[in-house]
């Protein structure tokens, strides 16, 4: 069985061509991280680099974009994408919410191409709202980028990507120990967005997806068992519905089929100048697959109708039914129809559920 979830990003970001550019546009002020526009000019500013802790100067002159640089050092390299990691952090505990990514779950079975299923559950984005928000706290054995507690009491791990992603073995940590946890990705993020752009998108519209989220594994699960049993279901229907003959010579029997209508009657046709007779039973059964030389015919579900000839001697038993019912059909070889044989419903027993 095949099993894929998708997490949908329903929101277009922000994707700045500008990612190389290592202009720092943040600094550290008071241990706090703050944007250029936010302080004073020149070394009066009082930050220093969120990366390398050097003493910063704001440069906000006429001319090029307002930016911090290095005082009496070289301008590091990881600076802006430290400071948009740890500007990320601090926006996620000051506003104590983060937006859950929406997800697209989606399970097939592909053990068979001829009637393949499928059940499928979108799950819509929420807003987690905190009660708390503390950043790189020491737990037992890994120190996520923040941990948050929400309003129902429920813990949720937050990693902040910039450079470095969540890893198969931190995510399988993860899954272990089964603790929630969101990825928030900010590596096609601009390092120079400015503050009010960065925090929506932050809190709302970067790509994001759950390493490991409860609610969704257990519907994973709930989906895993509803496809099992829709496939047990289907099959037995499509099992029942085959004929079951033997070398053509014994009787087709035991078809469990929702019986939908009948119609008996006789008559005479001035057409064809001669007696008729009808006698049909209509009922549902799975939409089939069929291959012949010519033509294929894929189906993966649903019911058609089709209808089988029946004795008109079990008319007053078709009367006392009440429609639809489930029965099982009896069959006799049709009379006259020489080596292909054709069958006639003999009889029908009315399946008490
Ligand atoms: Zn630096």
Known sequence: MNVSTAQVNSNEINLINDIEKTELHYGIKDGRVVHVESVTNGLDCECSCPHCGSQLIAKKGNVRVHHFAHYNAIDCEHGAETAIHLMAKQIIADRKAVQLPATYFHKMDLDTNVHPHHVNEFIPTKLAMFESVEEEPVMEGYRPDLTALDLEGEWLDIEIKVTHEVDDVKAKDQIDRQRNMLEINLSQVSRTLPYKELEEVVLYSAPRHFIYYQEHYELTLALEEELEEKITYVNNLIHNAKPKTNSGLTAKCDEAVMLIGYKI?????????????????????????????????????????????????????????DFPVEVKLQYEPKPGFGRRTKWLVSDITVINI
């Open 265 to 321: 009657g006789s008559g005479f046709s001035t057409k064809q100048q001669s007696d008729f007779k009808i006698a049909h039973l209509f009922y549902v059964k799975p939409v089939q697959s069929k291959d012949t030389a010519n033509f294929s015919i894929h189906s993966s579900r649903g019911f058609e109708v089709d209808q089988v000839d029946v004795k008109e001697t079990l008319s007053s038993k078709l009367e006392g039914l």
